[in-house]
């Protein structure tokens, strides 16, 4: 009874002294937050703050947290962002709805019609935007793959001058196999020293290679040589990097809080330029003599443009174009060859029909032609694009609207939101690609496939015996994006593909290293393989 008494006379104590006393500045500025914070709550139940409720979408707005809406969810799915993406499609259907602090609202569409209308019918209205070029500036500058409208155009019309049927034919006959029989060299060595090999590794080495001296005249002599590649290292940590900031929008600060990461990110930017420049430098020294001497590569166009106003490019300017076009130029060929010998090697049926297929038209010749990578191996082709259907070079991408529109189906968009494609997770829609859209089938790709008599009238004693390549549609197979940002260099890789898989599949067998985990995709702005790719490599009897 003491105790109780006691308490009731503090606590009269107190309530006088509240009420006889006058509250501070800093007391006042703290209930006003608590209050602007509640009410804030309350009026941002369940998406992010400054965000657009938005009752038409129903179900498809995914409940979110209060202010921060569905960026925790993001960032507890970051190293599995794909799986997460694919799987959030095959629950709501082939859209639905995120909002995210400082992004705002992303609707995220999953369908050939959707795609459509935002690469191509409405495309002006659909712009890389503030978002995405902030987050990547640092790495990439001003180049094609974060500018928009008149700076995109530029990039492009420049670029396309390199990209022709004549450079594509020489390639087949000459870069091609040079690199790749460095590569052979390479798979030799380990061979004979009875040795695994990562061919993930040995792949991005290749496409460094070929890419670096055809297009900037950089010899990076990746694949000569053992070890550790400066730029490829750098390249990689920077993309994987970049990949965490489209689930964080606070990126910007948690890159200099995580002690040592501003260092890293800097070391490694400081890397891409130390090469980029190099290339800038090494040509600007050029006598004419030099320029004779060699071909006109995608470097020479850009450094000899002149404006209408008579300015040219500044280093700078050019080594953002290096750093982009090296992104894809290596990245797409090194990836798809990654994953499509992954899955030669997980199936085995495949691997036997598209060895069977080498054979019989190349007949252990190397004489490669243009004509017979692109027409002559249907089956090659079809692995290849059945490949980066299921593993395309980016597999999610993202646009910013520029006034009011509404999508196929009636979904409306704001301008300022945020459309979200994934190549990734249209490659396994099943209402586009058949029950069979997680699974590795080539045969999908072709026609006649199996009809065609061996010895049919008209037919080439060395024909391919899987009837014909058959092409989708872009925007039902958009690994190499669609409409007017279709991708520039598309035969550029295909065709380094199909070189490099010819070139091995005549002379080699390949295995994984058992007790190894299945391969999965790591979180990047690309999608490379967490785990190296080890592999048994023996010779063809």
């Known amino acids: 009874m003491v105790l109780v008494g006691l308490r009731r006379f503090i606590e009269r104590q107190l309530n006088n002294y509240n009420r006889n006393r006058k509250r501070s500045f800093f007391e006042y500025v703290i209930l006003a937050t608590m209050g602007l914070f509640l009410g804030a709550i309350i009026k941002y139940p369940n998406r992010a703050f400054l965000t657009r409720a938005r009752p038409d979408l129903k179900d498809k707005a995914v409940k979110g947290y209060p202010l921060l809406g569905n960026m925790p969810q993001l960032l507890k799915n970051s190293n599995d962002s794909l799986g997460h993406l694919n799987g959030a499609f095959k629950h709501f259907g082939d859209f639905f709805s995120l909002t995210i602090p400082l992004f705002g609202r992303v609707i995220l569409v999953n369908t050939p019609e959707h795609f459509e209308h935002v690469l191509k019918t409405n495309f002006n209205n659909y712009i890389k935007g503030s978002i995405f070029r902030d987050q990547l500036k640092d790495i990439l500058g001003k180049g094609i793959f974060v500018s928009d409208q008149d700076d995109w155009r530029f990039h492009r019309k420049t670029a396309s001058n390199i990209f022709t049927t004549k450079l594509y034919r020489q390639l087949v006959t000459g870069a091609f196999q040079d690199t790749g029989l460095d590569l052979c060299s390479v798979l030799d060595r380990h061979r004979l020293l009875q040795r695994p090999v990562d061919l993930q590794e040995q792949f991005l080495k290749l496409t460094l290679d070929a890419f670096g001296k055809l297009t900037f005249g950089l010899e990076f002599n990746a694949l000569t040589c053992e070890g550790p590649n400066e730029f490829g290292d750098a390249f990689d ?305």
């Open 237 to 541: 940590y920077l993309t994987a990097n970049v990949d965490t900031r489209t689930s964080n929008p606070f990126w910007f600060l948690t890159d200099r809080i995580i002690p040592g990461k501003s260092r890293k990110l800097q070391e490694a930017i400081g890397v891409l330029d130390k090469f980029g420049y190099m290339a800038v430098e090494k040509r600007r020294a050029e006598t004419e003599e030099d320029k004779a001497s060699r071909p006109r590569d995608l470097l020479d166009h850009f450094i000899n443009h002149v404006a209408d106003d008579g300015t040219t490019l500044t280093d700078v300017e050019l080594r953002d174009v290096f750093v982009n076009f090296m992104i894809a130029g290596r990245d797409t060929t090194a990836q798809g060859l990654s994953w499509q010998f992954y899955l030669l090697m997980t199936h085995p049926r495949v691997m036997k029909n598209l060895v069977r297929e080498i054979d019989t038209v190349l007949q252990g010749s190397n004489a490669y032609t243009y004509e017979t990578m692109m027409h002559e191996l249907p089956y090659l082709k079809a692995v290849f694009h059945e490949t980066l259907r299921l593993y395309p070079p980016v597999p999610k991408n993202v646009k910013m609207a520029v006034e009011d529109d509404v999508l196929p189906g009636g979904i409306r968009v704001y301008r300022g939101d945020v459309i979200g494609i994934s190549s990734y997770c249209l490659g396994r829609n099943k209402s586009v690609w058949g029950e069979d859209a997680e699974q590795f089938v080539p045969e999908r790709w072709l026609v006649d496939y199996g009809s065609l008599p061996s010895a049919a009238p008209g037919m080439k004693a060395n024909a391919s015996p899987f009837g014909k390549f058959k092409a989708e549609s872009p925007y039902k197979f958009t690994s190499f994006n669609a409409g007017p940002r279709l991708c520039l260099g598309q035969t550029f890789a295909t065709l380094e593909a199909l070189v490099t898989s010819c070139m091995l599949l005549q002379k080699y067998e390949f295995k994984l290293v058992p007790g190894q985990a299945p391969a999965t995709p790591k979180p990047s702005v690309t999608i490379p393989m967490t785990n190296p790719l080890l592999t048994i490599v023996t010779a063809r009897e």
